[in-house]
């Protein structure tokens, strides 16, 4: 998972095939491809092909959240989470959660209680 530390934001890429980049969807995906798990990347496929990010609104994702996953307050690996205070996503993974931090590039941070509360989370179908 170290490789995905560090990644510069941009919409749209997948750090798997741009190498250095991603956005916090394809950040989701490539956590839980790396844990083999389901990554949900051709079921959200049609944003990038409909949107842009200026016109992107984080409405179609927590539409998205709420068909294709569960409400969780337990967390485990490949749980996703919505912040509450900013439109990001973060994904849990062996004990840390990977998200695109607001600078602008991904981070990796210990699940603690005060980071886990600052999230709603989700549990994937």
């Given at each position: 998972m170290?490789?995905l530390i560090?990644?510069?934001?941009?919409w749209?890429?997948?750090?798997?095939?741009?190498?250095g980049y991603c956005?916090?969807f394809?950040?989701?995906?490539a956590?839980r491809?790396?844990l083999?798990?389901?990554?949900h990347a051709?079921?959200?496929?049609?944003?990038?092909?409909q949107?842009?990010?200026?016109?992107f609104?984080?409405?179609?994702?927590k539409?998205w959240l709420?068909?294709?996953?569960?409400?969780?307050?337990?967390?485990?690996?490949?749980?996703?989470?919505?912040?509450?205070?900013?439109p990001?996503l973060?994904?849990v993974?062996?004990?840390?959660?990977y998200?695109i931090?607001?600078?602008?590039?991904s981070?990796?941070?210990?699940?603690s209680?005060?980071?886990?509360?600052?999230?709603?989370?989700f549990?994937?179908?």
């Amino acid at each position: 998972m170290n490789d995905l530390i560090g990644l510069e934001y941009q919409w749209g890429a997948n750090p798997d095939e741009k190498p250095g980049y991603c956005d916090c969807f394809q950040l989701f995906c490539a956590v839980r491809r790396r844990l083999e798990m389901k990554d949900h990347a051709q079921q959200f496929a049609w944003v990038y092909e409909q949107y842009e990010e200026a016109s992107f609104s984080w409405r179609i994702m927590k539409t998205w959240l709420k068909e294709n996953c569960s409400s969780t307050i337990e967390t485990s690996n490949g749980d996703v989470g919505m912040f509450i205070k900013r439109p990001a996503l973060a994904t849990v993974a062996n004990g840390r959660i990977y998200c695109i931090a607001p600078r602008g590039r991904s981070v990796s941070m210990i699940s603690s209680k005060d980071t886990l509360s600052s999230i709603n989370w989700f549990r994937p179908r």
